[in-house]
């Protein structure tokens, strides 16, 4: 079956994972501004564990949107085209930016300290720690330059008062 909205599960999951990434995004580039202090072992442990979460989400979240196909709205074919490879993208960096990150802690032997549950590792490799953490850099800049664009996009088809921003809301 075909849906014309989204679930209250995949509003939740997507307003979440939203400003858990804009946090997450936030507290990743304040490190490098911040002294070493208690403060920013706890930011970056907190940022660690919440990294590790938005990626159990994002499967979650995949696996809803594959058992609960919503309807496409009428575009014209390139603004469809585009849509689809924004959401695309969008979903291939929230789960590569946390593998990264855990790519990055657990060869450095810097997993969060305070997960709940046990995350395996790979071994200590300074190299690869070094190369995650250029590359978790990277995919922070593409996942804000993505968001940017689907706020953009969301935004044009709002002020074309196409009704496209009312199926992610919490409206009856």
């Excluded at 599960?9 to 002294?35: E, M, P, R, V």
């Excluded at 709205?73 to 585009?82: A, D, Q, V, W």
């Amino acid at each position: 079956m075909i849906y014309t909205t989204y679930s209250s599960l995949q509003k939740t999951l997507h307003w979440t994972i939203a400003i858990l990434i804009i946090g997450l995004w936030c507290a990743g580039f304040s490190f490098d501004y911040l002294a070493k202090s208690t403060f920013k072992s706890f930011l970056v442990n907190t940022h660690k564990t919440l990294g590790v979460i938005v990626l159990f989400m994002a499967f979650f979240r995949i696996i809803v949107r594959i058992k609960h196909p919503v309807k496409a709205f009428k575009l014209p074919k390139l603004i469809e085209f585009m849509g689809k490879l924004t959401h695309i993208i969008l979903y291939f960096l929230i789960v590569t930016m946390p593998l990264s990150g855990w790519l990055m802690a657990t060869a450095s032997q810097k997993m969060p300290s305070w997960f709940p549950i046990y995350i395996p590792g790979i071994s200590y490799s300074k190299s690869l720690s070094k190369s995650m953490h250029m590359i978790h850099g990277y995919l922070g800049y593409a996942i804000a330059f993505f968001v940017l664009l689907h706020v953009g996009a969301t935004l044009y088809h709002v002020w074309r008062k196409e009704p496209i921003l009312d199926r992610m809301l919490f409206r009856s």
